[in-house]
């Protein structure tokens, strides 16, 4: 405990010592200004494993630069890092989460650094924000998902719009838009495509709610309800691959895209390495291992993951940020009532 | 000439916005033994909490061993009063054995090891307790509880006793061994005690001196039998033993004598107190105990009155009749052949046998 | 006219008793500097670990945004949120219901296991201890799969055998049904330790005057127990309103809110904590209304049941009637805790959860990758460590503040009783929002070190040592140690050797609650935590979050061996005692 507010303290005193621009020019420059920092702190909302494999990496190419990751699910990484916001004391240096209206907000509301990492280049514009706040650090897919147990091939649906339909009722489940940062833009674009009638109909046909995409797919791998209306592809085909009997469901008239976007405060504590992670995390080295790991990838030069599609196979939908933002509270409450919640 | 123990003046004490003990002088002389008398709610507990140090007073002063210990707002805790006490629940430790129960205090003394065990050892033999020093509390009587609880508190040879209607847990018989057993032991150890009941005879048994305590005010402060024989207040005649109230007017005083006008159907002619003069037209209140009441016997004479036996209970020892007399009806007692009920009697009370109060 | 005559009056009186109060404060300074140094410093560090986050929350409530001016914007807000009335209905609704179960079920298991000839006593109550210890989330995803209406396992046992559950368990029911049996305790518990410190003697009393069993634990042993069953009752009911996990996992398949599911919603994007203090009023105003119930319920009366004059409790003799009664208690026993516990233990050695059992989907790998991972250890020693710690301090610091509450006269013991209730029906996520809030700065910098959590535990959970407490101090007549004082003991060594000893049946029976239910706290740990200091329900809850739900089953499996195996070392260590005499 001392010896952490010790060194707490130290990297603060560190930090003051920067002058106000904060960062190196050069990439060198800014590894030797990291070192001096010697740590920093990294918010993930990807599993521990993965974090683990990055940060092996990490400490092969910049030894001396302690990275301590935090698995940090978007819904207890938000409030973490409002709560730090409140308290006017920045902890963390480099965040990650799957709720890119988040990040919209932070840039506009000043909280997040704008950071020109080398490697954003490599990403296509539309994967980073115009002002370099943030960046696509991973994307992902959010097709439906069915237990191959409980549903014949012939069952399964072929449109998003299908599952209104009588024979699925009280078969299907998936994560509330409210809680569940994924869940949303799903919704949201489905509401644009179809209007309020598709969520009544699913209402209407006892889809059953969940708090987020975990809880959904241990309800259809465990055939409780053996249809899920969403779930992010890494998920699936995490479970795939341990055996159990699931498989996407790439709806016809179109596919969700999230972006797990990638970025720093401005009041870092250690902003140096942070943009060193950055720089790091978008790099093709660290984004094949994500790939491998069943994300896809922004860049175009990393292929896809070991069971997905071509991304440019699939019909993606994209939800705008903008909407995403200003929709928020009369469509969750209108999403809610529909439920029977007011 | 005896030393003063404890001294209290002008003691007063409230709860919120009642007076609970008000402005109580009282002096306990050593090796003394004073009862604090009185129905619940009269201040004697309050009185004697403070005099142990549990609660603080409002007003007056506590002295011990010339000592102040408490004044008004200020009171110096329990545990430095060298003073001993024992609760009415007992309070014995149902945690600790008969032995560490008693040996406590003298652990806290600091002694050794040894003089601790030897005069744990005394002291349970003291109660008449000892082979029962291993024991839980819970495997005693209630009677040997109180034991331990007095053994507790002598052990560790207080400079005053401190009871706290000890004896009022017990049942009929035994309370009234303990009685004697307490008396015993304060005279053999020399005890001053302070000792709080509620019950009159215990009071009897245990006082040199009663205070009978009313309304937080102390009514009188005499031996026993005085506080019978002459009780200074209506209360205390009411409230020790049982007792005719008459109310009069005084009628003539001559030759040492006074007659009084009273609503029984002749005057009465009583001795004159002590202390304060009668003189004719004054009001005065006046107490004949039943047993002075002769019941039957001769028709006329000095203090004979006419009445009608009303009631009449058989007690055993004795019967106790309800005679009315004029406008008023006696409580007597009469030895084994009373007359049966609803027949006229004779009443005879001899002049000695009213105390007129001072109030 | 009435005010006028009215108020100086009362003015005048409460003058009075703030000044009697203030004096005996300064004359305890006095006299006995050692007792006002303890007691004082435990207002203070109850004030400075409840007053100073929640102040400092409800001080935000008032700015519309960050340090924006101050206004009553946000409270009106929140009050005018649609839907609060519905969630306060399904809230009263659940919580009546869940109080009023847990009471027919833990008031004839307590008197069973206290006061009669039953066997397996020590079973019993270890089962219930035990199902503090699973992770709520846990326990109820559990129950979602036994009781879901599709493939869950009871159901399609009862299916099988003709017959049907009677509700849903996506419905308020539902949920009534799994609060019950996860909150009974808290009732079995606070009566149960009661119970056993009674004075027997009153019962006999009863006996002997003629009044039958039923009648004499009627009239006799159910009025001397009403503090310890108010209090019972107000735990399970603030508890059933303040919980999260359980609500938000059923009720939205349910399609319900409830006040705390509602108040998660108002904090949500973008998250506003300024609402917080503000969203939690509700609660805070049950935590008062419970107080008061209870204050005028019990009133003045007296509940001395343990005074000195001790008396052996001889176990009421039951007859054939005792094997009805364990066969009640092993039923809520295996319904509360066995049922979720064997989904548990099942699912821990599955190769691939959700399939059907078969030797071959039958493994240990779930217990190997524990033993590979570090974190693990790290996890279990820092549980262990945070809840004994807190645990300690949660009735150290209980029974000053209940000592001070029931012994003296000194002002403000109401308010210290509000401080030491309030954090246990305030939102777990805003209350860590407050301590992060404080100890993010100097010069208590603990934000990312074990102590902010031991803070969070110690202020969510000190309501239940100061009822436990302050119900067996209330039993405990003031004449025990008084004896001790005029014998030469001063205040701190009465404490040591008579009060604490003596309480000791209660505070163990608290203590061993806080630990439990530490040891599987989530909601804050996982706010706090940090490389190094997560517990082991942020490790269970990871790895479910991950799709490991056999992993987590192992840990949750070994988290519960091990609080089982602690809960049974303390218990026999500080257990011996008062029973035994």
Partial sequence: MMAFTLRLAGVVLLALAIPAAGWAASMDALHRAAKKEGTLTWYSNSKKKINQKVAKEWKKAYPGIKLRHIRKGTGAQVPTIEAERMAKRVSVDVMNNTDPATFLRWTREGFLAPFKAPNDKDLPAEFVEKGHHYRAVSIYLHPGVYNTKKVKTSDVPKKLSDLTKAKYKGKTVSATPRTSGVEFPKYLTAVNRYGWDFVKGLAKNDHLLQKGQGAVLRMVQKGERPIGVGNTTYRIWGAMKKGRPLKPIFYEDGTVMITVNLGTPKDAPHPNAARLLINFLVSKKIQKLLVKNHFYSARKDVGNPPLGPALSSLKLIRADNEQLIKARGPFFDKFDSFFGMK | MAQVKLELRGLTKRFDDVVAVNNVDLVVETGESVVLLGPSGCGKTTTLRAVAGFNRPDGGEIHIDGNRVAAAGESIPPEKRGIGM?????????????????????????????????????????????????????????????????????????????????????????????????????????????YVTHDQQEAMVVADRVVVMNLGEVEQVAPPEEIYRRPRTRFVAGFVGQANLINGEVSEVRDGRAWIKTPLNAPCQVNPPEGFALEPGREVGMVVRPEDITVGGSSDGEGVFRGCLERRAFLGQNYDLTVRVGDAELRCQAPKDAPPATEDVSVHIPPEAWWVLED | MADDTLSPSLAGRLVRRAAAGAGELAHTLRQEPIKFAVLVGAA???????????????????????????????????????????????????????????????????????????????????????????????????????????????????????????????????????????????????????????????EEAAGAVGAGKLRTLWSVTMPLMLPALVSGVILVFLDSLALFGAPRAIGLSGRFHVLTTKIYVLFRHPPRFELAAAAALPLMCFTVVALWVQKWLLGRKRFTTLTGRAAGAKPIELGLWKWALLAFCLLIAFLGLLLPVSTLVISSFLSSWGEPISWENLTLESYTVIADSPDVYTAVSNGLRLSFAAATICVLLAIAIVWMVERTEIPGRGLLSFLAMVPFAFPSVALAVGLILIFIHPPFELYGTLWIILVAYTVKRIAFAYIFARNALKQLSPEMEEAARVLGAGWLRTMGEVTLPLLKGGLAAAWVLIFSICLRELTMSILFYLPGTETMAVIVFNYFEDGTFEVAAAISVVILVISFASVYLVKSVIGKGVQEV
């Fill in chain 3, 44 to 202: 203070l560090l109850l004030a400075g670990l409840v007053g100073w986050p929640l102040g400092t929350l409800f001080w935000k409530g008032f700015q519309v945004k960050g340090d924006g001016p101050f206004t009553l914007t946000n409270y009106i807000s929140v009050f005018q949120e649609g839907g609060l009335i519905d969630a306060l209905e399904n809230s009263l609704y659940i919580s009546g219901w869940t109080t009023l179960f847990s009471l027919l079920i833990a008031v004839p298991m307590a008197w069973a296991v206290a006061r009669t000839d039953m066997p397996l006593k020590t079973t019993i109550t270890a089962a219930s201890a035990a199902t503090f210890v699973v992770p709520s989330f846990i326990v109820v995803i559990s129950w979602i799969f036994l009781l879901g209406p599709n493939e869950g396992s009871v159901t399609l046992f009862l299916e099988s055998i003709g017959l049907a559950l009677p509700f849903r368990i996506f419905s308020r029911e539902g949920l009534i049904f799994v609060l019950t049996l996860h909150l009974y305790p808290l009732i079995f518990h606070t009566l149960a330790s009661a119970l056993s410190n009674m004075d027997a003697s009153y």
């Fill in chain 2, 86 to 194: 024992v609760f009415q629940s007992y309070a014995v430790w149902p945690h600790k054995t008969v032995d560490a129960n008693i040996a406590f205090g003298l652990r806290i003394q600091g002694l050794s090891r040894s003089e601790v065990a030897e005069r744990t050892k005394k002291a349970l033999e003291l109660v008449q307790m000892g082979g029962l020093s291993g024991r839980y509390p819970a495997e005693l009587s209630g009677g040997q509880q109180q034991r331990v609880a007095l053994a507790r508190a002598l052990v560790v040879e207080p400079t005053l006793l401190l009871l706290d209607e000890p004896l009022s847990n017990l049942d009929a018989a035994l309370r009234e061994e303990m009685r004697f057993e307490i008396r015993d032991l304060q005279h053999r150890l020399g005890l001053t005690m302070l």
